[in-house]
Every structure is written in C-alpha cells, then in structure tokens.
C-alpha cells in the first residue's frame, strides 16, 4: 500500500485526527517539532556515515603514513648493532649505496624514502603545514555555508578530497576542514532534538576507528592508503545526493517556497500524509516569512564579530574555544606519537576505536534515558578522567618507572584519547545550541579553527621531551584542568534546547549604548 493510495491517506488523517480546542490554542510550532526518526533521517545517517569514514581517513592518515620505524636493522647484507648511532648508520648507507632494511608495520612515507633519526622530524613537521590548510578551511567554510548552504559546501568538500588526496595534502585539508565543520551542523538539523546526542554517538568516528586499522592494514602502503581515501570521497558525496538541503536554512535564508517543497518531499519519503501536521507546517512557514519580511529591509551579512556581540556570547565563545583546542593538543599529540608505544600500531589504534565507542554509546544511552546527563555532565567526566590519567602518566615519568609501567602509560594514553571524543561530542554540541540558526556555522566553524590551532601544535608538542620526558604530558595535565574548571563555571546546559534563529535585540549587545549616546 502506498503513500498515495486514497484509503491509506484517509485512515493516516483518521488517527492523526482533527486538533482538539486545546491545540489551536496551543503555541505556534517550531521547526524542531516537524523533524521525525523516519526514512529521511536514515538516509541523512547514511550520509553522515560516508562523511565521517572519509574525514577520519583524511585525517588520521598520517598517523599511519607518517608513522617512524620502529629501528633500522641494517642496510644491504650489513646488520647493525644496537650500539651504532645515526651518524654511523648514515655514514655506512653513504659509502657502501645500499637501502636501509628496517623494522616496520607499515610502509609509511619514512620507510619508503628512508627517513630515520633526525630526518623522521620533517615528516611531523609537514603534519603541522598540513594542518594550515585546516585552518583555513574552518576558517571559511562557516561563511561559505550560512552563503551557500550546507548541502552545496559538503558537496564541494567531499570533490576537493577526492581531488586533491592525490597531488597536494595542504589543499586537500581545506576541504577536509570544510567537511567536518558543515557536517555536524547539516546533522544537528535534520534529526529530532530528542535523538541528538545518542546519534552522534553513533555517527561518528569512533566505530570508524574501529574498522579503520584493518582497513590500513590491507592498503599496506601510503599511496594504497591515498587511493582509499579519494575513492570514500566519491562515494560519500554521491550518498550526498540522496538527500535535500537543510530546510532550516532554508527558511533562514527566506527561501520559504524552496522549503515547503523540500518538507513535502521529506514528508513523502517518510510516508506521512497527516493534513494536521501538513496544516501546522504551513502555518509555522507562514509565520518564519513574515519574521523574514520584517526584517528584510535591514538585513545584514554576518560576521565572527556577531558571535562575540553579548558579553554571555564572548563568555561562550572564547571558552568553548579554548575548550575544543585543548581537545585537539591532547587528542592529536598523543595520536600522531601513537608509534611511540609499546605494541602493534594497529591494535592500538583498534583499541582505542573500541574503547572510544563503547563509552559513546553509553553516554548517549545515558543521556536519552536520564534527564541529568546533559553536555557538561559529559564534559566534566571525561575530563575528569582524562586528568586523572595525566597524572598517572606524569607520575611514572617523574618516579623513572616509564620502562616498568611501559603498558600502564600504553594504556593510559589509549583512554586519554579514546576520551576526547566525548569533549568533541560535549562542545560541539554545545556550540550548535546556544548560538542561533543565523550564525550557527559561523560559530562552529569559529569553533573549528581554534580546533585545527590545537591540531598544528600537536606534532611539536613532544618535542619538549628532549628537555624532559615528562614535560609534554605536563603541559596537557595544566591545559585540561583549567578547561575542566572553566565550562563548568562558565557554560550553560544545553539538553533539550529548541534551536533558535535570531540573534539577541541589539540593546543587550556590547557597546549599544555607548554608540545610542553618540548618535545622539
């Protein structure tokens, strides 16, 4: 029976049934209340899904192509010994012309060009240049959405990945930050409020991390890794395809027309044929116009100035971002040194991705069962543990028993930044519901950059450990703890908040009263 079939249409307005006395009288619906766990959402996840996969194998591909041998055996017919510096094993590979053999569990950048001892530091350099690239691409990629639309820059995001995946990596990362900033906004609206977190959740990287090492252990190379990578990107943006831009912006934007029509659709794919709701989507999309008209005349493009405009948005604001870069110095400067621990790369990597979402999917079952888990609870436990776990690491380091607990810190960092994703989830979360539908991307993208200045600092971040080895993880220690203190004190809880569309009046903005007086 179809959607189209007469009897069925009657017996879906039969049960959905006329509004009672009660409901005409009740408030003017948001567009949040119109929003359902239905068909159209499954394709949306499915989406979502393809972006994710492709964003983490952007991202977490240095860890593999960029990984360091674990030591150099010999070169040619000549072994080593445990005892021969760099300058030796340099000096003999010089004179006799032949390839270094070393010891690897992949076929990184590294070992293919046979970068080893101070050479290995100009590939973790280039991750940094890398990631200049991503901070470019968070720093445009809110306006060229809240422009464009979020469909149209995930579209571009996902070409531009598989584009340049294979010619320039610098390029390639301003796509990738496109990616990552629009998505999680373009997902944020289009699932019900209720099934927020639990979603995101799911989808997200954490299951990804899990298939991924198997995934790179089956490329085996760099260059097959790169191939993968571009070929997710295809993919991704034709599942892209299946679905609509957001009507939220749309409405936005007062494209009112163009939204009616995508929620029919949307409606269509679900299979909803209830004329009462039909009449209340109407009657919200009415309403949005006449908000659009009112104001068309003094419409303005936004700016990363609007979401500093209150004093309540600047506290926001620069505490979010400071949040999320802290986020990003523990969660990539433990992850690009992940060769660095005891074990195989790829089963810690595993681990990491099992642990990392076996946590998610109990903290979104938490908070869809108790009203008491919101953000910051998320936020305040997992950075909770994530300093509890510093300071076991930070101790081994100071007592010299780093040898002796060598599988105490594998496992500490293991969770460290198995634990971060719950801060990502926490803050952006956070960042897509305080700030409203006009500068949403614009905060999340605000958001992304401060993100991508953690992750340029990440690689270097163990380089302090020439000094003393403790040192980095020192550093990390201080950082979590005053982000720790800070969205607790500062922040809102935001579970269960209707999004908003417009910006505070402009008597409760900074200096309003000041410029009144001027013009005056």
Known sequence: MTSEDPEAAEESDRLCALPTPQEIQTPLKNMDDFIKLGWYCTLVLLAAEGMTLTSLSSMVYMVYAGATPTVVIGCGN????????????????????????????????????????????????????????????????????????????????????????????HLLKISYRGLTAVQGVYLVENIPKKHRMWINTVITWSPNFIIFPPIVYLCWTWRNLSLFTGAASLISALLLCLVYE???????????????????????????TCSVEAGQIEAMLRHEQTIFDSRLRKQKKYTIFDIFCTWQYFTWTTTICFGIFVASLVNYGLLFNMEKLSGSLYWNNFFFGVIRWIVNIA???????????????????????????????????????????????????????????????AKFMITSELFPTAVRNLAVSTLSVSSRVGTIVAPQLFFFATW?????????????????????????????????NNLPSKDKRIFYRKHSLTES
């Open 78 to 169: 000549y072994y080593f010994n445990k005892s021969e510096s760099c300058e030796e094993i340099r000096l003999f590979q010089k004179t006799r012309q032949c390839r270094l053999i070393m010891d690897h569990q992949f076929v990184s950048v590294n070992v293919e060009f046979e970068m080893v001892c101070e050479e290995s530091s100009v590939v973790k350099n280039s991750i940094s240049y890398q990631m200049a690239g991503v901070l470019f691409g968070a720093a445009v990629a809110g306006h060229v959405s809240d422009s464009f639309g979020r469909r149209n820059t995930l579209l571009i995001s996902l070409l531009g990945l598989a584009g340049f995946f294979l010619s320039r990596r």
């Open 246 to 272: 957001s009507p939220r912006w749309m409405i936005q934007k007062g494209r009112i027309a163009e939204a009616r029509e995508t929620l029919e659709k949307i409606r269509k794919i679900n299979r909803d």
């Open 363 to 425: 903290v979104g079952a938490a908070d869809y069962f108790f009203k008491w888990v919101g953000r910051k609870a998320i936020n305040f436990f997992a950075m909770g543990y994530i300093i509890v776990s510093l300071s076991i690491i930070c101790l081994l380091y100071v007592r010299d028993l780093q040898e002796e607990g060598a599988w105490l810190i594998r496992y500490s960092t293991i969770g460290v930044t198995a634990m971060t994703s719950q801060l990502y989830l």
């Open 468 to 500: 003393s080895p403790v040192l980095p993880f020192f550093v990390l220690l201080i950082f979590s703890t005053i982000d720790w203190v800070a969205c607790q004190v500062l922040l809102p809880e935001t579970k269960n908040k209707n999004l908003e």
